[in-house]
């Protein structure tokens, strides 16, 4: 009886022994160098230790990280019609030419191809498309290919010639004007 309680006790130690090594440790903060070569196609996926809500606004941050969507006709780029590219807020990915926008009339920025899409190929765009089923219906989220952000949803309603309608929040964007930061046009 005795050796059996000794037995016990020893076991007991030992399982608090392995409990307290795999107690979770403090993963320290890891921040990434982020790249500001604008153009440059990042190889460097971003991951779950990007600390997106240091990096973000809360605005910027429930729409491309909690795949939120901007109010209707509140985004800053919905009427912007400068010459440029507009790129992903979180990586700074070229996604959008201003060459593909034109007024949907639903509020939000659209736009008919991704930039770097070759007859409907977008193998070499900086978009991926996903399913999604949280619209109701069957519907296609837009993210970012280089570090996942979600822009918004493509719809086949658009205009000739591709018929796409790439439906993309403001503040997911932002924008460059073409010719700005780089040496080779001046
Ligand atoms: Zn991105």
């Known amino acids: 009886m005795s050796r059996l309680v000794v037995r016990l006790c020893v076991r007991v130690s030992q399982q608090a022994t392995a ?3 795999v107690s979770p440790r403090r ?4 921040i990434r160098p982020v790249s500001t070569s ?3 196609r990042s190889l460097t996926r971003y991951d779950e230790t990007t600390d997106w ?5 809360p605005e910027q941050y429930v729409v491309t990280r909690e795949k939120g969507t901007e109010e209707p006709f509140s985004g800053i780029y919905l009427n912007h019609s400068e010459v440029g590219m507009y790129h992903c807020v979180c990586c700074d990915a070229p996604l959008f030419s201003s060459e593909a926008k034109y007024d949907s ?3 939000w920025p659209a736009f008919k191809e991704a930039h770097g899409t070759w007859e409907r190929d977008e193998s070499h765009a900086s978009i991926i498309r996903r399913p999604d089923n949280s619209l109701g219906s069957t519907g296609t989220e837009v993210l970012c290919k280089n570090c996942d952000a ?3 949803h493509v719809f086949e309603d658009g205009p000739d010639p591709t018929g796409q309608r790439f439906c ?3 503040v997911a964007l932002t924008f460059k004007a073409r010719g700005n930061g780089n040496p080779e046009e001046n």
């Open 19 to 21: 409990r307290s090594a």
């Open 27 to 30: 993963i320290p903060a890891f």
């Open 38 to 40: 604008a153009g440059l």
């Open 53 to 57: 809500q240091k990096k973000l606004t």
């Open 105 to 107: 009339g639903t509020g």
């Open 150 to 152: 979600h822009l918004g």
């Open 168 to 170: 993309i929040n403001s």
